[in-house]
């Protein structure tokens, strides 16, 4: 059995969920749902980010203590996550012990291991990115190029981690793992980065206390980031489990924003060498969802929250508009205008209507039982390629090509019933023939499209008569066209997807 270990970014607790954050969580979501209809030993990790300057400043502001503040944050966004039905295995916020002891058994094997010397340190440093710049970063030599705002000049007596002496073995690494980024874009922009050669880095902080204590010198904490990254490694069990961290890693997939790809894709694969372990073998990077042309942010002003668009289009539409509309890898410019209207034209029309379609003919004329599908439909191949381009669309964390290949047996089968109009025929072979295939396309598309809509389809499937859950599927196996058993009552009930007016 395959393992399948995939990982969101933990979310910094200063700032409340966006559908930014959403967007990378739902694909996490829907890539594991996909490998558990593989059958796929399958763990999904989440959770949020809770140290750090910008995390004490935001709670000063806020009048509470880091710890309230992280609570409260933190708890937003796992509710959020409960809405948006995030299946997630853990929920992992770095303020807990196991990660505590995690980072400091990490990091004293990085130190042990003689990567780690203290050094004076003095750089240009963004609070709302947590990282130092150097002057040829900055927008005009002085703002953020994230932020478009001044950074701060902060001087320190740090703990530095040799990362210069890892761009050979990163190097040789990429080389010996040519699929380790993707998009292909992305792998020439870390490979850019290494191949300019790379400087010790700064990995404690003595300005600040609301860190993990680095556990040779208690003065120091760690820097945000260097404790962050260890999360993916404590949630699997990293110097309390080792059996379990064996089992688990490097199975990893690591889904994140390309704001954070440095650290992603350089500095965590060099900690992971240092440490003597496996750097990730799929780190995955996405785009930016704009906002009028703008990365959403809480200094921008221009967010826009989950909880209002589920208002509008239910959980389901919510993920399906993300995973269908933007494509994993490039920016993509949030408009409400073309969620109605995808919405409409593929949930509410070649969805919602098939279903409907199908259990009023199948009232009418198969006396609300289900029919077999025919062996020889012209839509066993069409489902078959479908099923084909979606799995390898899915494999390549491309959730918009996969939905894309799975909406095309819907339209199939759609024009398959104009060309047939079953409605108009008498009840008998040919009008049960007809439907049975069209049952047939309605379950394989529960099954594929359950890990973009786990409320829809397990409605479909119960409406066609099937026990159990289409979640509850193997993949490939349950894919084959010809499962759908005759005989089930078929219920028509409310409309499935109804349409959405244009706000006027
Ligand atoms: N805490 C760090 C990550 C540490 S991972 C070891 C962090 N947190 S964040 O909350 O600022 O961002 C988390 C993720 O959300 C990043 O991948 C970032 O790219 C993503 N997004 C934040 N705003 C976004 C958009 N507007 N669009 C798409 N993704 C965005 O960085």
């Given at each position: 059995?395959?393992?399948?270990?995939?990982?969101?970014?933990?979310?910094?607790?200063?700032?409340?969920?966006?559908?930014?954050?959403?967007?990378?969580?739902?694909t996490?979501?829907?890539?594991a749902r996909?490998?558990?209809?593989?059958?796929?030993?399958?763990?999904?990790l989440?959770?949020?980010?809770?140290?750090?300057?910008?995390?004490?400043?935001?709670?000063?502001?806020?009048?509470?203590?880091?710890?309230?503040?992280?609570?409260?944050?933190?708890a937003?966004?796992r509710?959020?996550?409960?809405?948006?039905?995030?299946?997630?295995d853990?929920?992992?916020?770095?303020?807990?012990?196991?990660?505590h002891?995690?980072?400091?058994?990490?990091?004293?094997?990085?130190?042990?291991?003689?990567?780690?010397?203290?050094?004076?340190?003095?750089?240009l440093?963004?609070?709302?990115?947590?990282?130092?710049?150097?002057?040829?970063?900055?927008?005009?030599?002085?703002?953020?190029p994230?932020?478009?705002?001044?950074?701060?000049?902060?001087s320190?007596?740090?703990w530095?981690?040799?990362?210069?002496?890892?761009?050979?073995?990163l190097l040789d690494?990429?080389?010996?793992?040519p699929?380790?980024?993707s998009?292909?874009?992305?792998?020439?922009?870390?490979?850019?980065?290494?191949?300019?050669g790379?400087?010790d880095?700064s990995?404690?902080r003595?300005?600040?206390?609301?860190?993990?204590?680095v556990?040779w010198?208690d003065?120091?904490?760690?820097y945000?980031w260097?404790?962050?990254?260890?999360?993916?490694?404590?949630?699997?069990?990293?110097?309390d489990d080792?059996?379990?961290?064996e089992?688990?890693?490097?199975?990893?997939?690591?889904?994140?924003?390309?704001d954070i790809?440095?650290?992603?894709?350089?500095?965590w694969?060099?900690?992971?060498?240092?440490?003597?372990?496996?750097?990730?073998?799929?780190?995955?990077?996405?785009?930016?969802?704009?906002?009028?042309g703008?990365?959403?942010?809480?200094t921008?002003?221009?967010?826009?929250f989950?909880?209002?668009?589920?208002?509008?289009?239910g959980?389901?539409?919510?993920?399906y508009?993300?995973?269908?509309?933007?494509?994993?890898?490039t920016?993509?410019?949030?408009?409400?205008?073309?969620m109605?209207?995808r919405?409409?034209?593929?949930?509410?029309?070649?969805?919602?209507n098939?279903?409907?379609?199908?259990?009023?003919v199948?009232?009418k004329k198969?006396?609300?039982?289900?029919?077999?599908?025919s062996p020889?439909s012209?839509?066993?191949?069409?489902?078959?390629?479908?099923?084909?381009?979606?799995?390898?669309?899915?494999?390549?964390?491309?959730?918009?090509?996969?939905?894309?290949?799975t909406w095309?047996?819907?339209?199939?089968?759609?024009?398959?019933l104009?060309?047939n109009?079953?409605?108009?025929?008498?009840?008998?072979p040919?009008?049960?023939?007809?439907?049975?295939?069209a049952l047939e396309?309605?379950?394989?598309v529960?099954?594929?499209?359950?890990?973009a809509?786990?409320?829809l389809?397990?409605?479909?499937?119960?409406?066609?008569?099937l026990?159990?859950?289409?979640a509850d599927?193997?993949?490939p196996e349950?894919?084959?066209?010809?499962?759908?058993?005759?005989?089930?009552?078929?219920?028509?009930?409310?409309?499935?997807?109804p349409r959405i007016?244009?706000k006027?």
């Amino acid at each position: 059995m395959s393992r399948f270990y995939v990982t969101t970014p933990i979310y910094y607790v200063n700032d409340v969920p966006h559908i930014g954050h959403a967007y990378t969580t739902v694909t996490a979501d829907a890539l594991a749902r996909w490998h558990r209809l593989l059958g796929d030993d399958t763990w999904f990790l989440t959770g949020t980010d809770e140290h750090g300057l910008k995390v004490q400043r935001a709670a000063e502001a806020a009048g509470r203590s880091p710890q309230e503040h992280a609570d409260v944050t933190s708890a937003r966004f796992r509710e959020t996550w409960d809405l948006l039905d995030i299946s997630y295995d853990d929920y992992i916020r770095t303020t807990e012990p196991r990660h505590h002891a995690a980072v400091q058994a990490f990091l004293q094997k990085v130190y042990d291991n003689g990567h780690i010397y203290k050094g004076a340190y003095e750089g240009l440093y963004c609070v709302s990115c947590e990282a130092y710049y150097t002057e040829a970063d900055l927008i005009d030599g002085v703002n953020c190029p994230i932020h478009h705002r001044p950074v701060e000049t902060l001087s320190e007596d740090n703990w530095f981690f040799r990362l210069s002496a890892f761009t050979q073995p990163l190097l040789d690494w990429y080389e010996a793992n040519p699929g380790a980024v993707s998009a292909n874009g992305k792998r020439n922009e870390a490979l850019g980065i290494i191949k300019q050669g790379l400087e010790d880095i700064s990995i404690s902080r003595t300005s600040i206390d609301w860190g993990i204590p680095v556990p040779w010198d208690d003065d120091h904490v760690f820097y945000v980031w260097y404790d962050a990254l260890i999360n993916y490694a404590t949630a699997v069990g990293y110097g309390d489990d080792p059996e379990r961290f064996e089992a688990w890693w490097p199975a990893v997939h690591h889904l994140i924003g390309k704001d954070i790809l440095r650290f992603h894709c350089v500095y965590w694969p060099a900690m992971l060498l240092a440490a003597g372990e496996e750097p990730p073998p799929h780190i995955d990077v996405h785009g930016f969802l704009l906002v009028g042309g703008e990365k959403m942010s809480k200094t921008t002003l221009n967010q826009i929250f989950p909880a209002d668009l589920v208002a509008d289009f239910g959980v389901d539409g919510f993920r399906y508009h993300f995973l269908r509309d933007v494509p994993f890898g490039t920016d993509g410019d949030f408009s409400y205008e073309a969620m109605v209207s995808r919405y409409n034209s593929d949930l509410a029309n070649n969805l919602g209507n098939l279903v409907s379609r199908v259990a009023t003919v199948v009232g009418k004329k198969c006396d609300g039982r289900g029919t077999a599908p025919s062996p020889d439909s012209p839509l066993a191949a069409i489902a078959a390629e479908s099923y084909a381009d979606a799995a390898r669309a899915w494999d390549d964390v491309a959730p918009s090509i996969a939905l894309d290949a799975t909406w095309r047996l819907l339209r199939e089968a759609n024009a398959y019933l104009e060309a047939n109009e079953p409605w108009k025929l008498d009840p008998g072979p040919e009008v049960d023939t007809v439907m049975g295939d069209a049952l047939e396309v309605l379950r394989i598309v529960a099954i594929l499209a359950s890990p973009a809509l786990p409320n829809l389809t397990p409605v479909i499937w119960a409406r066609i008569g099937l026990d159990g859950s289409p979640a509850d599927q193997r993949l490939p196996e349950a894919a084959a066209w010809g499962g759908y058993p005759a005989g089930r009552p078929v219920t028509k009930g409310d409309p499935l997807v109804p349409r959405i007016g244009t706000k006027g």
